[in-house]
């Protein structure tokens, strides 16, 4: 509902000419990988990870992943086969996909928060 109403009351001119009827934001991102148990930032190095997005793109590459880009559904395979080390996605979603079974360390951070939330 917070984020209908900024939607609707900041974000007008991005919606020009539509009214959106509702606005979406996914749970908190977590951090997923098939060898490596992610304790620290130093932990990505040289980890290629699939990422969703180009911030998440640039954000893993500041922290010195390969960041690798690829459709949701390539995910459990590119991850089994180990074309891609890891992955960021929310817990539900990681269930949903089949991530879970071929994803052997998640990581959650202290704070109960993702890599999406301060």
């Known amino acids: 509902m917070a984020a209908h109403e900024f939607a609707t009351t900041h974000m ?3 919606f020009e000419g539509v009214y959106p009827i509702a606005v979406f934001a996914h749970t908190p991102g977590k951090i997923h990988t098939r060898d490596v148990s992610i304790e620290s930032a130093d932990d990505l190095k040289g980890l290629a990870m699939r990422a969703p997005s180009k911030t998440m793109n640039r954000y ?7 960041a690798v880009g690829m459709p949701m559904p390539q995910i ?5 086969r180990g ?4 992955l960021t996605l929310p817990f539900e979603s990681a269930a949903a996909l089949g991530v879970l079974d071929v994803a052997q360390n998640h990581t ?5 928060r993702g890599y999406t939330r301060r």
């Not at 893993?60 to 390969?66: F, M, P």
């Not at 459990?76 to 089994?80: M, R, V, Y």
């Not at 074309?83 to 890891?86: F, K, L, Q």
Request: charge should be negative.
């Open 60 to 66: 893993l590459g500041l922290l010195g992943a390969q």
């Open 76 to 80: 459990p395979e590119a991850i089994s």
């Open 83 to 86: 074309v891609i080390d890891g």
């Open 12 to 14: 007008q001119d991005a």
């Open 108 to 112: 959650f951070s202290r704070a109960n």
